[in-house]
């Protein structure tokens, strides 16, 4: 994975819109604790002091951040600044160069610089020379500072010099014993600096503290030992391998088993039984149906004694749309011999005993006695047997056939398991009708209940006071400060703790972590962040030991305004 793709995934796994470890980040904000004291001490001394000022500490100490700082929070009208790299000036020939390259003059004698910084100061302005880096420099460059920052009678550079511990050193070699600089050294955060440090980094990438666990914040401040560029370091290599912990574990989770999710796995459920189901009530359904067209083709039977059978031309008629007959009889597709005059006798057949029975209301056949010789409904009208063919020799009386033939009802589209009565289906329409009154009754029992639950949300809107609101905090000046004492993913966890507190001055308010809701509980508001530091000291000891901290309002609103 290439570095870019690696930047990629860790700002899109912890959700950052940029690096919160960077040297330079969007908005950045100078951190105050140990800086501040020693940024208003430069400006002090530069005003004040004869002497070259060097201010020394280890690698990733602060000391650009700081040098950046003096350059921005000085007074441009007033003070002209020029900054050099010892990583690109070493000699003293260089040196003198860019500095005079920096005054905008041609000549690069310590006697011709001083004379412009002359020039200079009489319209109010001084030169400010940093050097950054300053371990780099050779020696000769080193004196060369020395005899700039001392001057002479009509003018002298304000020298600042940015390096790592050695420098002092060397500073002292080349002063032989005389007092020719004066030196500042960095001091490294305590463990609270640390954290504070690091929630300014995450607050401005969009996220908070809350990420890094107490533990693992104990552990950064113990690796880095204080010093911020180490801090950023150290907490950024932590956080990736916390990612990829988080990611080897999701890979060997899948290549364990291939695992759906829970809800995925009850709708699987949900098919599999309506399949097995559907499967069972296919087989029963089969039975049913051909019981039921053994059934039918058997009351279609006509007796041979009636007139009809003893027709030997007669043909069954087809339908309207010419699929075929719709009344079938038995032993029709078998010839038979013509009847002889004066012998001609029904033959009583099986079937037609069973046709002329009522079991077959059971089997889902009409009942002889209830149809009219014609079809109506599911077929076209059927011709009278006695005109299909020429008349028998000894015709019998047609009552008997209409009390005989059971006609077939004409198939229908979708195959059902038995053919329902008339009389039932003819009612059928009006039962959902009975069964959707008690339906209708559903919503008006819904809204009914509804009301219940919004008396009940006043009360917990009325008790809100302890709880406090983005309202409240939003009311707040932006350089106050609170204590944050807590932070949770659940709302009722937040309101329990504060109602174990008491209420008072702990209030809570809604922020969105890792795009869910996160409930962040706060206590006090305070003048500036030394009394909120004086007031943790007063909690709880079970309240410290989780280790509350103080934050702006600012950094509050921007929370709120970010989970709306």
């Known amino acids: 994975m290439s570095s870019l793709h690696a930047d990629e995934a860790f700002l899109a796994h912890y959700q950052f819109s940029h690096d919160p470890f960077a040297p330079r980040v969007p908005g950045f904000k100078f951190f105050p ?77 310590i006697e011709a610089i001083l004379a412009k910084v002359a020039q200079l100061a009489i319209t109010g302005q001084d030169v400010y020379l940093l050097v950054d880096d300053a371990e780099q420099l050779r020696d000769d460059a080193l004196e060369v500072l020395l005899l700039l920052a001392a001057g002479n009678s009509e003018a002298r550079l304000h020298v600042f010099l940015f390096g790592e511990p050695e420098l002092l050193s060397r500073l002292e070699v080349l002063s032989e014993g005389e007092e020719r600089f004066h030196a500042i050294e960095l001091q490294p955060y305590s ?89 069972f009530m296919q087989g029963k359904t089969t039975k049913p149906e051909t019981a039921n067209n053994t059934a039918a083709q058997t009351s279609s039977q006509l007796p041979l004694g009636g007139a009809a059978a003893s027709q030997p031309g007669a043909q069954p008629q087809p339908d309207a749309q010419g699929n075929g007959p719709s009344v079938e009889f038995a032993g029709s597709n078998q010839p038979l011999p013509l009847p002889l005059v004066g012998e001609s006798q029904p033959v009583i057949r099986e079937p037609m005993a069973q046709a002329g029975g009522q079991e077959d209301a059971d089997e889902g056949a009409m009942p002889s006695a209830a149809i009219p010789p014609t079809v109506t409904t599911t077929a076209p009208p059927v011709t009278p047997l006695a005109n299909n063919g020429p008349k028998p020799l000894n015709p019998v009386p047609a009552a008997p056939v209409q009390q005989q033939v059971a006609i077939q009802p004409a198939p229908t589209p979708a195959p059902t398991p038995r053919p329902e009565p008339v009389k039932p289906a003819a009612t059928a329409p009006a039962k959902p009708v009975q069964a959707a009154k008690p339906a209708a009754t559903k919503p008006a029992t819904t809204v009914a209940s509804a009301k219940p639950a919004t008396a009940a949300s006043k009360p917990a809107a009325a008790t809100g006071g302890s709880a406090g609101g983005s309202s409240w905090y939003q009311a707040q000046s932006g350089s106050r400060y609170s204590v944050q004492v807590l932070g949770t993913g659940s709302e009722a966890s937040a309101k329990a703790f504060i109602s174990q507190q008491g209420g008072g001055d702990y209030r809570y308010f809604r922020k969105n972590l890792q795009g869910k809701p996160f409930y962040v509980v706060t206590y006090g508001n305070f ?3 030394t009394a909120a530091q004086a007031a943790i000291k007063k909690l709880p000891a079970k309240i410290q030991a989780s280790k509350p901290w103080a934050r702006p309002f600012s950094s509050i609103q921007q929370d709120i305004a970010g989970a709306r």
């Open 527 to 529: 003048a500036d962040r």
């Open 191 to 279: 463990e609270e600096e640390t954290r504070e440090y690091l929630a300014q980094r995450l607050e401005g990438a969009g996220q908070g503290i809350e990420l890094i666990s107490a533990d693992l914040l104990a552990d950064i401040h113990e690796q880095s030992g204080g010093w911020p560029g180490t801090i950023n370091q150290t907490a950024r290599d932590a956080m990736i391998e916390a990612m990829l912990a988080d990611r080897s574990g999701e890979r060997k989770a899948a290549g364990a088993g291939f695992k759906l999710p829970k809800k995925h796995l009850a709708i699987l459920g949900v098919v599999a039984i309506g399949v097995i189901a559907a499967w």
């Open 33 to 109: 604790a140990q800086r501040k004291p020693v940024l208003g001490q430069l400006h002090h001394l530069a005003r004040y002091s004869q002497l070259l000022l060097a201010v020394t500490g280890p690698l990733g100490s602060g000391k650009t951040l700081l040098r950046q700082a003096l350059v921005a929070s000085t007074n441009k009208d007033a003070v002209s600044s020029v900054v050099i790299s010892g990583r690109s000036v070493t000699d003293e020939a260089t040196l003198l160069r860019q500095l005079a390259q920096g005054l905008g003059i041609t000549q690069t004698s």
